[in-house]
């Protein structure tokens, strides 16, 4: 099994010294870490989506205010298909797709593979399709993903992975992939995990922003904590995704695990891959 770290979707935010950045003035750098995976039996999977092609040609389906906080590049050739193409694979092999949560910058690429499942947390899938609160009306765009045929929600069932609630039987799917619910910056937001040759990796989606977030005495730049308090659809629940990560970090240092916005942890991904 090959896997490919790739990033679907560079963001420049504003206020950049407050997300990390190096220099007092000037945006941020954050990534849209998305996996490829190469399997034998069932083609390729894609983990989290990034922006569509769609998007790059036009910007205004993500909203000014998005574009404007986040500052996305909107390059075609960063996007997953094309980014696939790239990488001499054709993009009409992408059988599966698992979004970590539908946030418009990890669903968006769901509109470049019409012919993929998509698999997700049921909870989520509901929120998307609900968007019952203001805040859900802005980080759910339908029109990113209203046409989409194929969807295989799951919830869970009682199976674990390391000692954490798991969905392992992804219908479909043969590989070793399972759905690992972290709820809280969305309802349903969950991990994904993927066993490869050389060992587990989980993506853990937008449950953290900022590698210094995993070890034990936490910390992250104050925007990105700011962010993520401001974002989060349940605290408690969001706090103890994050305490099951930092304790699966500490008793499983083996599993390599990745959030989608840190790039530094999309750099130890791909050397990890290499
Ligand atoms: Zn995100």
Redesign the pocket.
């Known amino acids: 099994m090959r896997v490919h770290h790739l990033d679907c979707g560079t963001m420049c935010p504003l206020a950049g010294f407050l997300m990390g950045g190096d220099t007092p003035i000037g945006r941020g750098l954050m990534v ?1 870490h998305c996996i490829l995976v190469e399997t034998p039996r069932d083609g390729l999977v894609l983990v989290d989506t990034g922006f569509s092609t769609v998007e790059c040609d036009d910007p205004r389906r993500l909203g000014r205010a998005f574009v404007t906080v986040t500052g996305p590049r909107l390059a075609r050739g960063q996007t997953a298909r094309e980014q696939i193409r790239s990488l001499g694979l054709d993009p009409s092999d992408v059988r599966h797709l698992i979004v970590t949560h539908m ?1 418009l ?2 669903a968006g690429g769901i509109a470049d593979f019409p012919a993929a499942t998509v698999h997700l947390h049921q909870r989520e899938l509901d929120a998307a399709r609900a968007r019952s609160t203001l805040q859900e009306k802005q980080r759910y765009l339908p029109r990113q993903w209203q046409h989409h045929q194929r969807w295989n929600p799951v919830s869970e069932t009682g199976d674990t992975w390391l000692g954490l609630p798991a969905v392992q039987k992804l219908g479909g799917l043969d590989a070793d992939i399972a759905i690992v619910p972290l709820h809280g910056h969305t309802r349903g937001h969950s991990g994904v995990v993927i066993r490869t040759e050389r060992g587990w990796i989980l993506h853990a ?2 449950a953290y922003f900022h590698h210094h977030e995993l070890v034990d005495a936490p910390s992250a730049p104050v925007g990105l904590r700011l962010f993520q308090a401001v974002m989060q659809m349940d605290g408690p629940a969001r706090h103890a995704s994050q305490d099951a990560l930092r304790r699966l970090h500490r008793e499983h240092p083996e599993v390599l695990i990745t959030s ?2 840190d790039p530094a942890e999309l750099t130890r991904a791909r050397y990890h891959a290499n």
Do not use: L, R
């Open positions: 849209c946030d910058d990890h989606g937008d989608a916005h």
